[in-house]
């Protein structure tokens, strides 16, 4: 199975049990290098949320800013959506802790179907308003009173 429908599955998955998942925002930055996993020097990691599982199993859904060139000099950022996902293979260390995984990151671009772009950046964008509160606009703009 190509890496791009497993990444289609996945997200299918997610969305339909988005309650059930506990997102956390992945803040190191050789973490979220890894989670990334860039193979494109000129797409810069922007922001991403990581979800644990069993035997350190993991799910990334991320953001990152990929720069579209114009001229030798002018280009343009372009910002775009991926999911990652694998093992981390250190037990019992927090998030931030420069863990070493074994990843798979598969880009909005890269995925076959424009249902499965789109349900990625829903899911980041869900995963996004309920880390800052705003899922619940009620209680959110009670912090402002």
């Given at each position: 199975m190509k890496k791009s429908d497993i990444a289609e599955r996945?997200?299918?998955q997610i969305y339909t049990q988005f309650e059930n998942m506990d997102w956390k925002s992945s803040i190191d930055n050789v973490v979220e290098d890894?989670?990334?996993n860039n193979d494109n020097t000129e797409a810069r990691f922007s922001n991403g949320y990581l979800s644990?599982?069993?035997r350190d199993k993991f799910i990334s859904i991320g953001q990152y800013?990929?720069?579209?060139y114009t001229?030798?000099?002018d280009y343009?950022?372009?910002v775009d959506y991926f999911i990652s996902f694998g093992i981390l293979?250190?037990?019992?260390?927090?998030l931030n802790a420069h863990l070493p995984v074994e990843v798979t990151t598969v880009k909005s671009k890269d995925l076959g179907s424009y249902q499965a772009r789109n349900k990625l950046k829903d899911l980041y964008e869900m995963i996004t308003n309920r880390q800052t509160g705003a899922d619940n606009p009620e209680e959110?703009?009670?912090s402002f009173l």
């Amino acid at each position: 199975m190509k890496k791009s429908d497993i990444a289609e599955r996945l997200i299918n998955q997610i969305y339909t049990q988005f309650e059930n998942m506990d997102w956390k925002s992945s803040i190191d930055n050789v973490v979220e290098d890894q989670l990334f996993n860039n193979d494109n020097t000129e797409a810069r990691f922007s922001n991403g949320y990581l979800s644990r599982g069993d035997r350190d199993k993991f799910i990334s859904i991320g953001q990152y800013k990929d720069r579209i060139y114009t001229d030798v000099n002018d280009y343009y950022e372009q910002v775009d959506y991926f999911i990652s996902f694998g093992i981390l293979k250190v037990e019992d260390r927090p998030l931030n802790a420069h863990l070493p995984v074994e990843v798979t990151t598969v880009k909005s671009k890269d995925l076959g179907s424009y249902q499965a772009r789109n349900k990625l950046k829903d899911l980041y964008e869900m995963i996004t308003n309920r880390q800052t509160g705003a899922d619940n606009p009620e209680e959110f703009f009670k912090s402002f009173l």
